[in-house]
């Protein structure tokens, strides 16, 4: 088996990591041996408890204030120092359909789930690049690389609130700036890892 990237002793940052698969990816990759995860989540409560459960089983974790939608918290995560794994989770839904649903709804998921991983890709890969190495997971849905354009119709009722086609269509485009930031970064000769 090829080891593309050995977690040990590597500094992590997750966004999105409050819940779900960005809580339970923190906690693996201090379980895997990294130094420090960083984990990003928007709410005290959600850091509080973050902190409190990494505290009760020594876990090298350390939630930070992170809103991938504000400057002054992105601005923040790019002091951290070296970053040599970032992981772009955060992601919002609004389970409807693109052309019927509140646009402000719309320009959310969109701002989160695309322009959210943008953001953090322009504050900690500059520092990649310098340092000849990086890796930078982008996490999207497996139906952003199916094309079933009646995805969201299928799923009518298995969804609370319906329809996901507003979600898909921003998921879509993280796929995308993966690839094309990959060209980009290959350009430099820095050693950049995509998943």
């Known amino acids: 088996m090829t080891v593309l990237m050995d977690i040990a002793n590597r500094r992590v940052l997750i966004t999105g990591a409050s819940r779900g698969l960005g809580r339970t990816l ?8 990294a130094r420090e995860v960083f984990a990003g989540a928007r709410k005290p409560e959600d850091i509080e408890k973050l902190k409190r459960d990494a505290a009760t089983i020594g876990a090298p974790v350390t939630p930070i204030k992170l809103d991938v939608t504000n400057e002054d918290d992105i601005s923040a995560a790019g002091t951290l120092g070296f970053i040599d794994v970032l ?24 701002n989160v789930n695309y322009f959210g991983a943008l953001r953090m890709a322009r504050a900690l890969t500059p520092a990649m690049i310098e340092r000849g190495e990086g890796m930078i997971v982008s996490v999207a849905t497996a139906f952003a690389k199916v094309n079933l354009p009646l995805v969201g119709y299928l799923l009518i009722g298995s969804i609370p609130g319906g329809l996901i086609g507003s979600y898909l269509s921003t998921r879509v485009p993280v796929l995308w700036l993966r690839r094309i930031l990959c060209v980009i970064l290959l350009a430099t000769g820095a050693r950049m890892l995509w998943a």
């Open 26 to 33: 923190a906690f693996a990759f201090a379980a895997a041996g």
């Open 87 to 110: 992981v772009n989770n955060a992601g919002v839904a609004g389970y409807g359909d693109p052309v019927l649903m509140n646009f402000e709804n719309a320009l959310d998921e969109m």
